[in-house]
């Protein structure tokens, strides 16, 4: 369940409660009675100078419905007191006792059960004067059941006697030791963009069962607020009991602006455990000790990093036969033929090229992890999601299916001429961006687990991605026998190189309409403004070069007012309008976080996909698997529903639940059985996939 869901949920009671307040507040409107009622007590007669504890006691008045702690969790609100007190007199902060975890739908609610009272400190001035005080209180609280939720409110009041020896309330016995003591001494805290650490100090005699953290803070500064539904993590260090808590961000629509709270200086809330027990804690920021011994929780480090780290190299591999990569790996595969036989060129070639992708999946992946770090909503290929960046590719794939046709020729840096370790290193770079857009088996396991690992480990999966996708060329380098087995040079090599212009061709043709889904057709037809203008360049260049004239002073001057107009035209001609989603005959409903509890809520089975136009894997499977006749007819035998997340552009909402799944990337298939929770499908279906899932019982 995303974040963007829980707080779609909670914005929605507050709306709920915002709106029908004055028409279901129930003590407001005669003959409606309240879900819970609530009554003002207090403990026993004032003395002026002195605290007397006051309570609000909460009564169902039928089993099913509850209350909320002072952070609710994921839904609901928690009370609000507004006091009418005399002159001098102040009420503290309320005091509650251990509440319950309830978990509905992948939400976490911290809630009462039955009858339970919250004690509230109120302070009497020295000068208070004897007789009876009239203390009120707004007070608005919401009563829940498992379905319902019904916003209530109340005027309660008291007539507080200062002065005499009245009898103490004795309920007020099981109320005072219902609610948790204060820890004496001061934790520490500390936030990072993926969890929470807290450092409690306890005995180390002090027995935990089934502990858990209540965390009173709902904000923890930067957009982020507790993933109250994930599993915690509790370590002992002698003393010290070290909670790590799982973080989300807050996903904040676009065309809303938003201030960010800063990290708050104090942390407060319950250390729960046994039945009902538990110690109130305060922590202050700080360093937490990483030591300690795994009491409860997994490790998240329990992942082994060696499958991870195959399966990046496996992945990475098979980038290599993708259409946007393969032409440029064959020919500088076979430039080496054409540089002769030194076993040096070769090796250094090699090293080059594998140091230009290693190095370009490296530094995206770094990209990636800061960007995250930072609370933004990336993930894997996030530059084609970015209109400028898709134009540069766009000028590249034009640029090499020019060079490839042999219309120019680049001097330094060339796909088809060897023992040049800059030509190599360029070309590995250029391969590594190119094939950002693919996903494929391995590759998704390996980028989404970066996600979750630290950040020196992430970076070695993307080094080994790289090593990966560099591998067979690095391989023909280094490798006489692979390379001896190379057709030997000859003119049929020109007549390859201007084949390989085909393929090249096609993945600028595809960068086109890629070009128009992201930024508009008027944007696209500024774009081709471009290419055209950089076309005539490069052929006015082809054409000086073959007359042995020089040749890129030219390309500058005929180039330079395209670019101009390019730099004011781009921008003026974007449009920020979704991108109109494909026609699908399967009839997907549009992937958000209430569009798909909706659909689970209605018990029939759930095809949910994500998919990008930029994404090689994701077309190939919609065309192999899911746009057929056959897996409509299953799905509506089966009454699936189906529902697609388009991520060509950047969806917050989208990147927050691949970011769930442990997904870094597209495609992500994902099938909800009626009841059941996430099943994810492989990356690669068979034209029998979906109809397999369909048919299960």
């Keep these: 369940m995303s974040s963007y869901l829980q707080r779609a949920l909670a914005l929605l009671v507050f709306a709920l409660a915002a709106s029908f307040a004055n028409l279901a507040a129930a003590q407001n409107i005669p003959g409606i009675d309240p879900n819970i009622e609530a009554t003002l007590l207090a403990e026993g007669p004032a003395k002026p100078g002195e605290t007397v504890m006051l309570a609000i006691r909460f009564e169902p008045i039928s089993p099913e419905w509850h209350g909320y702690w002072e952070n609710p969790g994921d839904a609901g609100y928690g009370m609000q007191l507004e006091w009418d007190l005399p002159g001098g007199w102040t009420a503290?902060?309320?005091?509650?006792?251990?509440?319950?975890?309830?978990?509905?739908?992948?939400?976490?609610?911290?809630?009462?059960?039955?009858?339970?009272?919250?004690?509230?400190?109120?302070?009497?001035?020295?000068?208070?004067?004897?007789?009876?005080?009239?203390?009120?209180?707004?007070?608005?609280?919401?009563?829940?059941?498992?379905?319902?939720?019904?916003?209530?409110?109340?005027?309660?009041?008291?007539?507080?006697?200062?002065?005499?020896?009245?009898?103490?309330?004795?309920?007020?016995?099981?109320?005072?030791?219902?609610?948790?003591?204060?820890?004496?001494?001061?934790?520490?805290?500390?936030?990072?963009?993926?969890?929470?650490?807290?450092?409690?100090?306890?005995?180390?005699?002090?027995?935990?069962?089934?502990?858990?953290?209540?965390?009173?803070?709902?904000?923890?500064?930067?957009?982020?607020?507790?993933?109250?539904?994930?599993?915690?993590?509790?370590?002992?260090?002698?003393?010290?009991?070290?909670?790590?808590?799982?973080?989300?961000?807050?996903?904040?629509?676009?065309?809303?602006?938003?201030?960010?709270?800063?990290?708050?200086?104090?942390?407060?809330?319950?250390?729960?455990?046994?039945?009902?027990?538990?110690?109130?804690?305060?922590?202050?920021?700080?360093?937490?000790?990483?030591?300690?011994?795994?009491?409860?929780?997994?490790?998240?480090?329990?992942?082994?990093?060696?499958?991870?780290?195959?399966?990046?190299?496996?992945?990475?591999?098979?980038?290599?036969?993708?259409?946007?990569?393969?032409?440029?790996?064959?020919?500088?595969?076979?430039?080496?033929?054409?540089?002769?036989?030194?076993?040096?060129?070769?090796?250094?070639?090699?090293?080059?090229?594998?140091?230009?992708?290693?190095?370009?999946?490296?530094?995206?992946?770094?990209?990636?992890?800061?960007?995250?770090?930072?609370?933004?909503?990336?993930?894997?290929?996030?530059?084609?999601q970015e209109p400028s960046v898709v134009v540069v590719?766009?000028?590249?794939?034009?640029?090499?299916?020019?060079?490839?046709?042999?219309?120019?020729?680049?001097?330094?840096?060339?796909?088809?001429?060897?023992?040049?370790?800059?030509?190599?290193?360029?070309?590995?770079?250029?391969?590594?961006?190119?094939?950002?857009?693919?996903?494929?088996?391995?590759?998704?396991?390996?980028?989404?687990?970066?996600?979750?690992?630290?950040?020196?480990?992430?970076?070695?999966?993307?080094?080994?991605?790289?090593?990966?996708?560099?591998?067979?060329?690095?391989?023909?380098?280094?490798?006489?026998?692979?390379?001896?087995?190379?057709?030997?040079?000859?003119?049929w090599m020109e007549r390859f190189r201007k084949a390989m212009a085909i393929p090249m061709g096609l993945t600028a043709l595809a960068l086109i309409w890629l070009v128009s889904r992201i930024g508009g057709q008027g944007f696209a037809l500024m774009t081709m403004v471009l290419i055209a203008g950089l076309l005539i360049a490069f052929a006015v260049v082809g054409r000086l070069q073959k007359h042995g004239k020089m040749a890129w002073p030219a390309f500058g001057l005929i180039a330079a007012p395209f670019v101009l107009f390019a730099a004011f035209a781009l921008p003026a001609s974007y449009s920020a309008a979704q991108t109109n989603t494909a026609a699908s005959i399967l009839e997907p409903e549009e992937y958000s976080a209430a569009a798909l509890a909706d659909a689970r809520a209605s018990g029939q089975p759930v095809f949910l996909w994500f998919t990008a136009d930029w994404c090689v894997t994701c077309k190939v499977n919609e065309s192999v698997a899911i746009e057929r006749e056959a897996t409509r007819a299953a799905f509506e035998q089966a009454g699936v529903i189906a529902m697609r997340g388009d991520w060509t552009r950047r969806d917050a909402e989208i990147t927050a639940y691949l970011t769930q799944q442990g997904a870094a990337g597209v495609p992500l298939y994902i099938w909800y059985a009626p009841g059941a929770e996430a099943e994810q499908l492989p990356q690669v279906l068979t034209p029998d996939s979906l109809i397999t899932e369909a048919q299960r019982p």
């Design 92 to 384: 503290g902060e309320p005091l509650y006792p251990v509440p319950e975890q309830l978990l509905i739908s992948g939400l976490m609610n911290h809630i009462y059960e039955g009858s339970y009272a919250v004690l509230v400190p109120l302070t009497v001035p020295t000068d208070a004067a004897q007789g009876v005080q009239q203390i009120g209180v707004a007070a608005q609280w919401l009563a829940c059941t498992d379905e319902i939720c019904v916003p209530e409110q109340g005027e309660l009041s008291l007539a507080l006697t200062v002065g005499g020896d009245a009898p103490l309330d004795v309920r007020f016995v099981d109320w005072r030791s219902a609610i948790p003591p204060m820890i004496d001494s001061t934790g520490t805290f500390e936030v990072s963009s993926s969890s929470l650490r807290i450092g409690i100090p306890v005995p180390a005699a002090l027995a935990l069962d089934n502990a858990h953290i209540f965390v009173a803070n709902k904000e923890l500064g930067n957009n982020r607020q507790p993933r109250y539904s994930a599993a915690q993590r509790l370590y002992r260090d002698g003393d010290l009991l070290v909670a790590e808590i799982s973080v989300d961000e807050l996903i904040i629509p676009d065309g809303v602006e938003v201030e960010t709270a800063p990290v708050p200086d104090r942390l407060t809330g319950i250390l729960a455990f046994g039945d009902n027990e538990g110690v109130r804690f305060s922590a202050k920021e700080g360093g937490v000790s990483t030591d300690g011994e795994l009491i409860q929780g997994n490790k998240p480090q329990d992942v082994a990093l060696l499958p991870l780290l195959l399966a990046a190299l496996a992945g990475g591999l098979i980038l290599n036969i993708m259409p946007c990569v393969f032409p440029i790996l064959s020919l500088k595969a076979l430039s080496l033929a054409r540089a002769g036989s030194s076993e040096q060129a070769a090796r250094r070639d090699g090293i080059a090229y594998a140091a230009g992708v290693i190095l370009a999946c490296v530094a995206l992946g770094g990209i990636m992890l800061a960007l995250r770090a930072a609370g933004e909503q990336v993930g894997w290929a996030f530059q084609l």
């Design 393 to 491: 590719l766009l000028v590249l794939a034009v640029a090499i299916t020019a060079n490839f046709a042999g219309i120019f020729e680049l001097p330094s840096i060339s796909f088809t001429q060897g023992g040049k370790p800059a030509s190599a290193f360029a070309t590995g770079l250029l391969a590594a961006v190119a094939a950002t857009p693919c996903s494929g088996p391995f590759m998704a396991a390996a980028i989404g687990a970066a996600l979750l690992l630290p950040a020196e480990q992430a970076l070695l999966l993307f080094a080994v991605l790289g090593l990966g996708l560099a591998l067979p060329f690095l391989l023909v380098g280094f490798v006489p026998a692979i390379r001896n087995r190379l057709p030997k040079p000859g003119p």
